[in-house]
DNA sequence: CGCGTTTGGTTGATGCGTCAACCCGACCTA
DNA sequence: TAGGTCGGGTTGACGCATCAACCAAACGCG
């Protein structure tokens, strides 16, 4: 990690790292989102924001606090909350004039605690159990890194407010 | 790890792990095919098939071939190849009667070319250099693991061969 | 030979994610 | 009061991923 590093390019055991990094992620986010799906009825997006509103107090929230907690863009919010209100997860409630607040229905509440700890027993069975408290809470740090680096990386890439996006 | 571990649940650490690894993806993630696309008009799916391509010796590969290599459903590798196709990037030769192998164009080769670099210099310097040879090693080790978890538990949980997904 | 099954691949419908454009009320500021 | 413009939100078009259905050559074997 010095100054420059070792150059662009990935060495031989770096390449391998991250190779086996993303097949491990694209096969571990298949089978969880398949199993969401075919047990369920629910996709992944579906699960994220159903998290978020029966983890709030009220059960209902802003859609814009959903994107702040979920990071989607407003338009995706928009799409998916239409198609997920289609199916009786949530409702648009137009209750302090203006904006509507998103709540999460009967129907939408019984799906998640059906769903909810066979997810959670999957990634446990899956990942945490695999790896181990030690390996796991080293991820999870590992993680936050990235995310830092990520960030400061957006902003020297588009400096100015100009990205409503990246 | 014991016999039965922890109950299906996730306790307070491993729950905050595992949040932080999936916010880190997204992040990462979305950073990534983002670059890739505003800088050279590539989707991570080009990209995959492009390197695949461009890492055979003849660059030409039956498309069950690139299925096999990148994991993707056969309906998928269809479209994706028509709209690549469609792009000039790669094309379908019918050379040995019946079943047209799929060839990487000159345009396909430059596009590949151009952005290989800046892609890996961009996951070196979010990734790599951030976390260090030892953690991305390690990474590699614990994705290896997850991989063979997630392989035995299809098997168990669609045991004969029902399953041409899951 | 004739009939099924497997294998490699295509197609169409549908749902999802992104982009660009738009809408409208609120808040400035002149 | 008229004119920004800003924030929260919707819309439409388009590309992508998935599913189910289909197609045709090759194989297997009676």
Chains 1, 2 share one sequence.
């Not at 997006?45 to 983890?55: A, G, K």
């Not at 802003?62 to 198609?83: I, V």
Request: net charge negative.
């Amino acid at each position: 990690m010095g100054a420059v590093a070792k150059g662009p390019w990935l060495d031989e055991d770096e390449q391998q790292a991250w190779r086996s990094y993303l097949l491990m992620w694209k096969t571990l986010e298949a089978h969880l989102s398949r199993h969401l799906q075919r047990e369920f009825g629910l996709s992944s997006s579906d699960f994220e924001i159903l998290v978020n509103l029966s983890e709030s107090e009220t059960g209902r929230m802003r859609a814009y606090e959903l994107g702040a907690a979920t990071q989607w863009e407003k338009s995706r919010m928009s799409h998916h909350l239409s198609r997920m209100e289609k199916r009786g997860l949530i409702s648009k409630v137009a209750c302090d004039a203006r904006y509507p607040e998103i709540v999460i229905t009967e129907q939408g509440l019984e799906a998640i605690r059906a769903c909810a700890p066979a997810h959670a027993a999957l990634v446990r069975e899956l990942v945490v159990d695999v790896l181990g408290d030690d390996r796991m809470i080293g991820i999870g740090e590992a993680a936050d890194e990235v995310v830092t680096a990520v960030r400061k990386h957006q902003e020297t890439c588009c400096p100015p407010e100009v990205r409503g996006d990246c």
